[in-house]
């Protein structure tokens, strides 16, 4: 129930954020699957945004600066929806079979996909495209939506596998280190270089 939940959320804050402003309003697990929703939408239109050939240059250089704070975010958030699923479940540590995406990384995956889903549901309905396009669309839609059915059943699974025991997960940690100059060393030498 809780991955039908989550997809439900994902869908009503899509189209909610795309006619008023992006504001969080939800606490605790939710909160951060509504946090995590919240940065792939920023994230979604600033990769459409910096595709864009007529911005110029400084304008792609910002963008790239806002999808890492995004994707950043968005790992960090990952990471902390998963230690919620960990405190809560409290998964074995052995004698069951680990699964490689963790339930937050499922979470992200569905909020990409209600993404996907609202802005490929656009096309298929602009009244301004060939009907090819809009029959193109609607076909991918369709599969659209049977992914987005197939990972909300597997969420469903985990967690129901991790809390009867014969399923497991654990936290992975990204360690991402773009955005760290004492792990980069390109940052370092820009700092340098700055530094003069």
């Known amino acids: 129930m809780l991955a039908q939940e989550i997809t439900d959320l994902h869908c009503r ?7 008023s ?3 969080g ?7 951060l699957v509504e946090q995590n929703h919240l940065q792939n ?10 595709r864009r050939d ?10 790239k600066r806002s999808i890492d704070r995004f994707n950043q975010k968005r ?12 405190a809560e479940l409290k998964p074995k540590e052995s004698g069951c079979s680990f699964n490689s995406e963790t339930p937050g990384m499922m979470v992200d995956r569905l909020s990409i996909l209600g993404l996907k889903y609202y802005h490929m549901n656009e096309e ?6 060939s009907a090819e396009h809009r029959t193109k669309c609607q076909h991918k839609v369709a599969i659209i939506t049977q992914q987005l059915n197939d990972l909300s059943g597997a969420l469903t699974e985990l967690l129901a ?11 992975y940690y990204q360690f991402k280190m773009y955005n760290d100059a004492t792990l980069n060393p390109e940052l370092r030498i820009g700092a340098q270089l700055k530094a003069g």
């Open 13 to 19: 804050l899509t189209d909610q954020w795309h006619h």
């Open 54 to 63: 007529d911005l110029g240059a400084e304008s792609v250089r910002q963008a």
């Open 25 to 31: 309003t939800l606490d605790g697990f939710l909160g």
């Open 124 to 129: 298929a309905c602009r009244a301004d495209a």
């Open 41 to 50: 939408f920023l994230l979604w239109h600033e990769e459409d945004r910096a």
């Open 161 to 171: 596998g991790a809390q009867a025991g014969t399923r497991s997960f654990r936290v």
């Open 21 to 23: 402003p992006t504001v």
């Open 75 to 86: 790992n960090d958030l990952v990471e902390q929806m998963d230690k919620h699923f960990v």
